[in-house]
T-cell receptor, first 114, second 117 residues
Framework: AQSVTQLDSQVPVFEEAPVELRCNYS??????LFWYVQYPNQGLQLLLK??????LVKGINGFEAEFNKSQTSFHLRKPSVHISDTAEYFC????????????FGQGTELSVKP | DARVTQTPRHKVTEMGQEVTMRCQPI?????VFWYRQTMMQGLELLAY????????DSGMPKDRFSAEMPDATLATLKIQPSEPRDSAVYFC???????????????FGPGTRLTVL
């Protein structure tokens, strides 16, 4: 069965510093990978996705993620964060024979301090 | 700007009462998902539909929860009777779908925050 592990529940960081949010998954078949962001009292919004092709994926708001098949990881990065990036970030996996069903990690709370 | 809408946004009810949450998917989307979010369990998939037919509701407690799509513009999630442990934020998401093997992007609604006293 597929599963997603987000290794850090909270990540505090100062404004303009780089950040990496870690995500590992397990699956026996090919997968699609996603990062979603949730701002307070809102629904989830898609940041970026990996479907196939280039392992480096760029998303909105300056975020990018790299798919590493050998390490079964899909870590999210941003070279310089802003206060407005403070939110909860969810990694998700979908097996390519599951019709879009997503399994989410537990989430990482990113807190950007001035 | 097409969005998934959910009503009500907040619901406070007493244990034993029936709760109905509604979702209007984005026009043209034929896949609808229901999720529950709690601090302890995170985001859990409860059920999902394609072309109004339930595909998977294995994440849903069958004795008290039911999910339906009366038509293409409305999905409902009912809890009867409600219990305090049902307190959570319930999200609906919709997406386009072409085939069971294709990728689906999911667009989330703002959620219904349910409190059962």
């Amino acid at each position: 069965a597929q599963s997603v592990t987000q290794l850090d529940s909270q990540v505090p960081v100062f404004e303009e510093a780089p950040v990496e949010l870690r995500c590992n998954y397990s699956s026996s078949v090919s997968v699609y990978l996603f990062w979603y962001v949730q701002y307070p009292n809102q629904g989830l919004q898609l940041l970026l996705k990996y479907l196939s092709g280039s392992t480096l994926v760029k998303g909105i708001n300056g975020f990018e993620a790299e798919f590493n098949k050998s390490q079964t990881s899909f870590h999210l990065r941003k070279p310089s964060v802003h206060i407005s990036d403070t939110a909860e970030y969810f990694c998700a996996v979908s097996e390519n024979n599951q019709g879009g069903k997503l399994i989410f990690g537990q989430g990482t709370e990113l807190s950007v301090k001035p | 700007d097409a969005r998934v809408t959910q009503t009500p946004r907040h619901k406070v009810t007493e244990m034993g009462q029936e709760v109905t949450m509604r979702c209007q998917p984005i026009l043209g989307h034929n896949t609808v998902f229901w999720y529950r979010q709690t601090m302890m369990q995170g985001l859990e998939l409860l059920a999902y539909f394609r072309n109004r037919a339930p595909l998977d509701d294995s994440g849903m407690p069958k004795d008290r929860f039911s999910a339906e799509m009366p038509d293409a513009t409305l999905a409902t999630l009912k809890i009867q009777p409600s219990e305090p442990r049902d307190s959570a934020v319930y999200f609906c998401a919709s997406g386009p779908s072409r085939a069971v093997y294709s990728y689906n992007e999911q667009f989330f609604g703002p959620g219904t925050r349910l409190t059962v006293l």
